[in-house]
């Protein structure tokens, strides 16, 4: 979430120069910049119909805390599922991020316990879960690897996250540096299991996706960050028909510059409809996805439908809205076939509470966000490479 401060950055770079373009801004962010990023991103996310979200905060320079964004989701009323990341491989170690964007491992496990007994909420209709979760695994090394998945599985609803198989030049580099393909790995540093999900996994091979599908892992699909950098579309119906779980993710708002949900719905369908067949993915599947699957992704059984039993999480649109009018044949399908000019929701209740009324979010002053979140986004932009700290490096003139 913290990337809401950085979009548009890199415009025509893959995942790797992305990355060491945006790091040396990352570099500077400090604990009052994560707050405001999350809080902002939480927003985006509730209005376009999101209630209960998860975000990877694998940064940890200057002093951000994993606190920041629980203060911020705390305060605008969403079901969060944070993860405690790490980057402890830097560029000196062979890994891709500059050294001052490291932590210490013995460290960060002393703060995932910290954490955990702070935070972690195992109740029914919790709001706040924690889960762990380096940020790739060739970022940390497998001792690590091995202590965070010993870790969370001491304590109930704990889970594990991490990204896996983003890039076709990513997966050669891990597979480089752990010596073995991706399933072996996972197998040998115990990632294997109901509690672990990924996000991305664009480029596994048959036998990978059979073992996610056997060992119960999900995937998070992030289709618009997967088409902004270049990296190659999931295989979404070989996941599906092997059995995989999938759910979806707005991944980070600089890779795909938006955090709105629907809108990866959307994608989700269309981008499989690319390869000639309409019956690919239809609206509900995809839907059924962002709701049903993104819940069990992060354990949960109390959420992601409207039914007895289940959390008070509710969203609706108005269906007199310009974008929705002549879509009354099936209104649910219309809010992916008709997006882009539907807009954001009109009521959001989560956990009961109503966020959203009347297209308004209701805890907290939006404009007054804004303004701190540009301010904050222009001081760390500045730290940018030179040819984007004044918004330039666009190829095509202004209009």
């Keep these: 979430m913290w990337q809401s401060l950085t979009r548009c950055i890199a415009q025509e770079s ?13 570099a500077h962010l400090t604990g009052h910049d994560v707050y405001t990023a999350c809080k ?11 209630t209960t979200t998860s975000d990877h905060l694998y940064l940890y320079p200057n002093d951000v805390t994993l606190d920041d964004s629980i203060r911020a989701a705390r305060e605008i009323g969403i079901r969060f599922h944070p993860t405690r990341g790490v980057t402890s491989l830097g560029l000196s170690k062979g890994g891709v991020a500059p050294d001052s964007c490291t932590e210490d491992e013995a460290a960060c496990l002393s703060d995932m316990h910290r954490c955990i007994g702070e935070f972690h909420d195992n109740s029914r209709y919790s709001m706040l879960r924690m889960a762990l979760a380096p940020s790739t695994c060739f970022n940390v090394t497998d001792e690590l690897m091995v202590s965070t998945a010993r870790l969370a599985r001491r304590h109930p609803g704990v889970r594990l996250h991490t990204h896996l198989a983003e890039t076709e030049e990513e997966t050669a580099l891990a597979q480089r540096i752990c010596g073995c393909g991706l399933g072996e790995h996972l197998r040998d540093v115990e990632w294997e299991g109901e509690d672990v999900w990924f996000a991305h996994c664009c480029f596994l091979d048959k036998a990978e996706v059979q073992q996610l599908a056997e060992k119960g892992m999900g995937v998070a699909h992030c289709p618009s960050s997967n088409l902004r950098l270049a990296s190659g579309i999931a295989p979404l ?25 629907l809108q990866e719905a959307r994608m989700s369908m269309l981008l499989q409809r690319a390869s000639g067949s309409a019956q ?17 992704n992060l354990g949960r059984n109390d959420i992601g439908k409207i039914a007895p039993g289940f959390a008070a ?28 000019s539907v807009g954001l929701v009109d ?25 701190e979140h540009r301010a904050c986004s222009e001081r760390l932009c500045q730290h940018l490479p030179s040819s984007w700290r004044a918004g330039g490096n666009c190829s095509a003139s202004p209009l």
Aim: glycine share 12%.
């Design 280 to 296: 690919a993915m239809g609206a509900h599947d995809s839907l059924t996805m962002a709701t049903e699957g993104g819940a069990r």
């Design 347 to 371: 009521l959001s209740v989560i956990n009961g509470h109503t966020v959203v009324q009347d297209g308004q979010l209701l805890t907290l002053n939006l404009q007054s966000l804004i303004k």
């Design 14 to 26: 893959k995942l790797l120069e992305w990355l060491t373009t945006l790091y040396p801004a990352w």
């Design 313 to 340: 999480d509710i969203v609706a649109w108005r269906m007199d809205a310009l974008g929705f009018s002549g879509s009354g044949r099936d209104p649910v399908a219309a809010l992916l076939f008709c997006t882009p």
């Design 237 to 261: 119906k070989a996941l599906l028909r092997a059995g995989v779980n999938v759910g979806l993710g707005v991944d980070g708002t600089a890779s795909s510059g938006s955090g709105h949900l």
């Design 40 to 50: 902002l991103a939480m927003a985006e996310l509730i209005l376009s119909g999101c």
